[in-house]
């Protein structure tokens, strides 16, 4: 189970996953988390949200068309089998953040709009359509060599139909949440 949280533009969301406690946990403490603990399944289970990453968007305050550019810092674990330090979670620069961003299109002057290559992939032009890389060179343990390598990729395929294609290290989860961060209106980006 997880949560986003959003500021009243919808330009910065806050992505929250349920982890069990252990010794030395920082638990969110926010209203949110009070409302949810009241609801769980299981009373017995000790389990708290954790802060696992952040997705904003950029303000467009001049309101010109054009692609969205977002932001996004995500904790994933530096290697293998080896669990996310909530210590850790609110530090951008921890080792085990991943910081993203999305791949700038290029104007096509034959269709007169912006385009990224999905490789057959996306079939409709929508605001909603990213790609996000990470910067190149910045040692990672997960290996992204250059500026090319696209982590995580969302697009429209018909009406009310998308598709997500992701790599490690992101999770299915993380990957999810993200994406889902583009749906609604973002008062100041449009």
């Known amino acids: 189970m997880h949560l986003h949280r959003s500021n009243f533009t919808r330009t910065k969301f806050t992505v929250y996953d349920w982890q069990p406690q252990y010794e030395g946990a920082k638990v ?23 802060d696992i990453g952040e997705v904003s968007y950029e303000y467009n305050l001049l309101k010109s068309r054009g692609p969205r550019r977002i932001h996004c810092s995500i904790q994933c674990p530096a290697d293998e089998g080896t669990a996310i330090d909530p210590e850790e979670a609110n530090q951008p620069s921890s080792p085990s953040s991943l910081v993203l961003y999305n791949k700038l299109p290029r104007w096509h002057e034959h269709l007169q709009c912006w385009c990224l290559n999905f490789h057959g992939r996306v079939m409709v032009a929508s605001v909603k359509n990213f790609q996000l890389i990470a910067p190149a060179g910045t040692g990672e343990p997960w290996g992204v060599q250059d500026d090319e390598t696209v982590i995580l990729q969302f697009g429209k ?18 990957a999810f949440a993200i994406c889902l961060t583009s749906f609604g209106s973002k008062l100041a980006c449009e």
Do not use: H
Not at 39 to 45: D, T
């Open 157 to 174: 395929v018909e009406d009310d139909v998308f598709t997500m294609d992701y790599r490690q290290p992101l999770s299915a989860f993380q």
């Open 28 to 50: 969110s403490s926010s209203r949110c988390r009070r409302w949810l603990a009241s609801k769980q399944i299981n009373p017995l289970a000790s389990s708290g949200i954790v």
